[in-house]
Every structure is written in C-alpha cells, then in structure tokens.
C-alpha cells in the first residue's frame, strides 16, 4: 500500500482548507436554510452579457483566445479602468485576462516571490492569501488589523513590519471579510512607505466597484509612485454578477505582467472563450448594471447593520463591498461555536470570523448580497437565537 504522505507535496498537505466552505457545505444538506455565507452576487448576470456569450456559441466561436486574452477585451478593459479609476495601461503589454481574480493573485504571488521571501498580508483577509503565499515558497507575515480603526491598514503597522527579506505587500481594499475601505489621503501614506522600503504591492481591487463613500474608489496604483510597482488585480465575478463565468485580470507594469503571462501559458493557456465575448459587453455596456446593483447593495448594507446593532451585535459601518463583520463577544461564544449554533437551531449559516485569519476571531462574517427577503427573516431569525442564549 502507498504511504502518500511521504510522496506528496509536504507543504501542500499542511495548508488548512478554506473555513469558508464548512457552514455551505453544512446547509446545502440542510432544509429551510438561509445562508449569508458565501460572497456571490443574488443577480443573474444581465441579460445583455449573458446574450453576448449565447451568440459567440451560436456563432461557433469556440477556439483558444490568445494567451493574454482578446485584444479587444484588454482594450475594454484599458478603457474601463482610465474611465473608472483614472488609470491607464497598455493593452498590448500591461493586461493579463485569467480564470477569475484568484488566478490572477497566484500568478502575481508566483512571478513575484522567491523561497524565503517575506509578503506582507493585513488580516482579517481573504482566504487564499496565505496558502498562495505559502504554496509559492514565501513567508507571510500577518498585520492584523483594528475594529477600532475601522479594520484599515496604517503606515505605522507596516512600517513595524517590513524587514530586510520583505518582498511584497497585498492591499486587499476594499476589503473581504470586514467590508472596510481606506481613503485616498490614507493610501498615499501606505504608498510613501511602499516607496520609500522599496516594496512590490498586489492590489486587490475586485470590490472596487462596491464602493459606498462619497469620494469611491481609489486605485493603488493612481498614487504617486505606485504604478511602476504594484499589480492591480480585479474581474467581473462581483461589479458585473458573473461569478460562474470565472474571468478576472491583472493589469501592471510590463516586467511583471510577462512574468505572469509566462505562468500562465503552461497552467492554463487562456481564460475561456465565450467568457471573453461576454466580458467584451460588460465592459461596453454594463455601467448602468453595475450602478443598479451597486444601488441594492446599499440599500441592504443599511437594512442589515441597523438590524444587527439593534440586537446587539455591535457592527461598525462598512464602506465597501458586501461583507458585514459584526462582534459576537457579547454571547461569549467563540466565532465557531456561535456559528454552529446558529445553523443548528435557527438554520442561519454565516461564516465565524478566524476563518480570515486569528485576529478574525470573536466576530462573524455576513453576506449581504442576498435578497431583501432573505436577510429580513436571516435577522429574524438571529434575534430569537440571541434571546434564547
């Protein structure tokens, strides 16, 4: 018999599967469940983009796409983030089309990190930082964040952390699981660090377009200095609901951009083809889409942070994204506990804050990209958990 252990990738083995998809797992074999667990957009994808992929089929454009993706999509793509964002990058050169935002993460991690090397990863975060990090030979080095300064990433915290074998630091604003969002006065310190330590950044910009402040969105690479260092990466999963489509795309300086481009020719070849099409009428036409959406999600980010505040769940504000992350330390549950409890009795999943990292503990993660419907009886549901308690 075998012994795989002594034949598989040891650190590989060691990474801890994603906490995120336990409580799915739990109420998908579950009846008259109301999961707020999982990030993905309630909306269909707009029938317009949805129509543009139908027709690249019907038209029998199945072929591979070039490496990089569609000329004309990176074009869009160009378009949409100098229109957005007031960013400008080469088509040609400085656009990488991926399977989703995530591989666009791996392949910067990937080109950018050598065995030994030092990335730097506020927390709570999304998930797949730290095993990516650590798949690539690196070393991650946790800054966790404060509830009490709105889970935002200082200059000072950085500062503390850089050492001479620091690479890379991942900006993920706004930001998964606490819906926190940093200014633009509070990225251009975060940027003269950058600069002045010589540090690579990735930025994790797939949330951009929920942005709730007055002010929106700021793009890393905007600031003074930061474009020739930092890969920007985002897609169409949230702002445009095409989570199932799996596209994303990093946009960067050329040296790097190649790199990734290199990587990804041999692990994937090209992001699919009748995404791509899709993708193309996102970009063209989808603004007003992605404003509606946008509008909704206001709506329940307010509906729902004035429930849980009420039932006493203290909740700070957020700014961005769709992600709630409330404080369960009143119940004197763990995150874990509070959460199996809650699925058990009242058949509410959410998903128990240390699955983003340690300092996640004592708080929970709740999606609001559920409908109205949905979160009004989810609330329901906590109140009479928490009176019961």
Aim: with cysteine.
């Amino acid at each position: 018999m075998i012994d795989y252990d002594k034949l598989v990738n040891t650190t590989i083995k060691g990474i801890k599967p994603s906490g995120i998809r336990k409580f799915f797992d739990i109420a998908s074999e579950m009846e008259d469940v109301i999961s707020l667990s999982v990030g993905e957009p309630d909306f269909h994808t707009p029938w317009h983009i949805r129509e543009a992929g139908i027709a690249s089929l019907e038209k029998g454009r199945t072929r591979y796409t070039p490496n990089r993706g569609f000329i004309q999509l990176r074009q869009e793509v160009s378009s949409f983030l100098l229109r957005h964002y007031g960013v400008e990058y080469l088509p040609e050169k400085e656009i990488l089309v991926t399977v989703g935002g995530s591989e666009a993460i791996d392949l910067c991690v990937r080109s950018l990190v050598n065995p030994g090397d030092e990335v730097l990863i506020p927390e709570p975060s999304f998930v797949c930082y730290v095993p990516i990090t650590q798949a690539a030979g690196g070393v991650p080095v946790i800054i966790e964040t404060q509830p009490d300064n709105g889970f935002k990433l200082t200059a000072q915290q950085l500062e503390g952390k850089i050492t001479d074998k620091t690479k890379l630091l991942i900006m993920p604003y706004p930001n998964n699981p606490t819906g926190a969002v940093m200014s633009r006065a509070e990225l251009e310190e975060i940027a003269k660090v950058a600069e002045r330590r010589n540090l690579l950044v990735l930025s994790d910009e797939i949330y951009a377009a929920l942005t709730y402040t007055q002010a929106g969105h700021t793009t890393f690479s905007s600031l003074p200095g930061m474009r020739e260092r930092t890969v920007v990466v985002n897609g169409f999963s949230k702002a445009h609901s095409m989570t199932g489509w799996r596209l994303g795309y990093a946009a960067g300086p050329q040296e790097i951009i190649s790199l990734m481009t290199k990587l990804h020719q041999f692990a994937i070849m090209s992001a699919p083809t009748t995404s791509q099409y899709a993708a193309i009428e996102a970009l063209k036409n989808g603004d007003e889409d992605m404003e509606y959406m946008r509008g909704q999600y206001d709506m329940r980010r307010r509906l729902i942070v004035d429930g849980l505040n009420k039932m006493g769940l203290r909740c700070f504000e957020p700014q961005g994204a769709f992600y709630v992350f409330p404080s369960v330390k009143s119940t004197g549950l763990t995150s874990q506990e509070f959460c199996e409890r809650l699925i058990y009795d009242k058949h509410v999943a959410v998903v128990p804050g240390d699955a983003f990292g340690a300092s996640g503990e004592g708080f929970v993660r709740i999606s609001y990209s559920y409908s109205i419907k949905h979160i009004t009886e989810a609330l329901e549901r906590m109140e009479a958990f928490l009176q019961a308690l």
